[in-house]
């Protein structure tokens, strides 16, 4: 009998040190990825970090913080989903204070979950983010260093994109840089760009190709483009696997990322 009790107990500790493996390190395990697209002739650098999600990410700020002095960007952009509950905007300013403590500019968008927040806490998010040094951008664009435009596009899968009214003040004649959270808008960007960075997939999370044919995440996840770089017209434009996760707070088979882009 105590040998039967034994094999339990070392099948019960395998499977937990196994699924801990699988499950958990993937949440761990933050990979800078570097993406270089020359062809955007920005000559600039740029660090995205996508899809925080404090209330589940196991990336701490101290972490981000030694990307961002190793890395040393020219610019940094945060493709949205912060938090969707209330509760959690204290450890979103833990966050924001460690990714703008560098005097790098900073520009930034919401995500779906962050519209999941009410009003006057999503209105305290964005506070948050404006004193942490971030540049918030919804719908609308801004003029870097007299040199090219950074394009804030709103969440397309909370319907409060408007290709149209972010380019409205955009200059033609100089290059735009977009910013969003769900890549399925570049579906329906009519105007022109140069490179496009977004994230809201997470890489699949549970990385089972089938997966997103049960689960709707639009047209591209539907088509199996769910993370890395890819074109469309021509024009390119990058999904981040993300730092965080949904719930269940566990990745299979893909990591965690922050993505350095020479453009």
Same mark, same amino acid.
């Given at each position: ?35 270089? %697209? ?15 999600? %404090? ?17 040393? +960007? ?30 790098? +500019? ?79 808008? %570049? ?21 089972? +190709? ?25 024009? +390119? ?16 088979? %893909? ?9």
């Amino acid at each position: 009998m105590e040998s039967i009790w034994l094999i339990i107990v070392l099948i019960a500790a395998g499977a937990a040190l196994c699924a801990y493996g699988f499950l958990i390190v993937p949440t761990q395990w933050l990979k800078l990825e570097h993406v270089q %697209v020359r062809s955007a002739g920005l000559g600039i650098r740029v660090l995205q970090i996508s899809d925080v999600h %404090v209330e589940f990410t196991r990336i701490s700020p101290r972490r981000l913080s030694r990307v961002i002095a190793q890395q040393q +960007p020219d610019y940094i952009c945060v493709t949205g989903d912060f938090t969707q509950k209330a509760k959690h905007l204290p450890k979103v300013k833990r966050y924001a204070e460690a990714i703008g403590a560098f005097g790098i +500019p900073v520009f930034a968008v919401l995500g779906n979950h962050d519209y999941r927040l009410a009003d006057s806490d999503r209105m305290t998010l964005i506070s948050i983010l404006q004193k942490a040094g971030f540049t918030v951008l919804l719908n609308e664009s801004v003029f870097v260093d007299g040199k090219f435009q950074i394009v804030g596009i709103d969440d397309f899968g909370s319907r409060k994109s408007d290709p149209a009214l972010a380019f409205a003040q955009v200059d033609p004649d100089k290059p735009a840089l977009v910013i969003t959270h769900d890549p399925n808008i %570049v579906l329906y960007v009519q105007q022109e760009y140069r490179y496009l960075m977004s994230g809201h997939f997470h890489g699949m999370q549970f990385h089972v +190709p089938p997966l997103f044919r049960f689960i709707n995440k639009g047209p591209l996840a539907a088509i199996g483009i769910y993370k890395g770089l890819h074109r469309f017209k021509g024009r +390119p434009f990058y999904i981040s696997r993300g730092m965080g996760q949904t719930s269940p707070n566990a990745r299979f088979l %893909v990591c965690c990322e922050v993505t350095m882009h020479e453009l």
